[in-house]
């Protein structure tokens, strides 16, 4: 089944939801950055919270998230829009650890603990908003927790997990978002946060055939939940030989000629999908006459 969230409400419209199924998504990411078991964890992960929060925006708005702890990875960004189109990247693919002491993959390892979690919303505004706290766990869904609770004031239970095949290929992928708004009485949040600390991990759920739809339910229960969409997610990257085109041609007539006379042409590769772009002197050529 292609990759998918639902978006939904609960408990009388004072809860907002979302839950994923992003393995095609995650694989193809690992595919396009090669990364290696534990950097996919990391990266998966990013992403497919990232894939949740575009589908908080409206039109062609869109989200940066950037990740920059202390850990061997480096930077993890992803980009995503209101469409479900996401992309993501990582600083160093080929890290990997053996598994924590509760068996896991050690995300926390190599994305480390200290650093920074930003996130820049493009509304389609002359500023756009940017929101930052410190990481606080490094294993990810625990920092974007601690966002949404600090930065944009909203109780918020965030999971995400990653499960990696022994030849590095996803098995399985997906998150939730649960957020609590205004008018949420007590005995809501109690009984969220008691499923929640009850629920399996969640990437086992998806590698057990679970639902985005199934796993609301198991959250929030069947009878209080209110399915307001189903959106398609999928890996885009945005580059293209036209955008590296204009992006050579900015630098100016004087560094063309440079490229041409010294390199014989020019060579540009995408940090996010990989995809290499190459330009021959005719190409340059045709860039200076434009």
Known sequence: ???????????????????????????????????????????GRTVTIAAMMG????????????????????????????????????SNPHVD??????????????VGTQGNLSVVKDLGLKD????????????VSEDFTYYFANSEQIPSAVGAGVL????????????????????????????????INEIPPISSLIREGNTPEEILDR?????????????????????????????????GNDEIDLMIKEDKGAEATCHFCNEVYTLNVEDLQALKSE
């Not at 990759?3 to 998504?25: P, W």
């Not at 650890?97 to 190599?110: S, T």
């Open 219 to 251: 959250l929030l229960g069947k009878d209080n939940l209110k399915i307001l969409q189903k959106q398609e997610v999928i890996f885009s990257c945005h580059c293209s030989k036209e955008r590296i085109e204009n992006a050579i041609q900015s630098l």
């Open 97 to 110: 650890f053996d598994l924590n002491e509760k068996g896991k993959l050690d995300v926390a390892r190599a």
């Open 128 to 139: 756009h908003f940017t929101g930052q706290v410190p990481i606080v766990s490094g294993e």
């Open 1 to 43: 089944m292609s990759d998918y969230l639902i978006k939904a409400t609960a408990f009388n419209g004072t809860v907002r939801a979302y839950a994923i199924q992003s393995t095609e998504t995650v694989e193809e990411t690992r595919r396009r950055q090669d990364t290696w078991a534990t950097a996919s964890a990391a990266i």
């Open 164 to 195: 990696v095949n022994p030849d590095h290929s996803i098995l399985a992928a997906g998150g939730f978002i649960v957020q609590v708004m205004p008018g949420a009485d007590d005995e809501t949040v109690d009984v969220i946060e008691t499923r």
């Open 55 to 90: 589908s908080m925006l409206k039109g062609k708005d869109k989200i940066t998230v950037k990740l920059e702890g202390n850990g061997p990875v480096g930077a993890i960004i992803a980009d995503a829009n209101a469409v479900g189109e996401v992309r993501g990247y990582i």
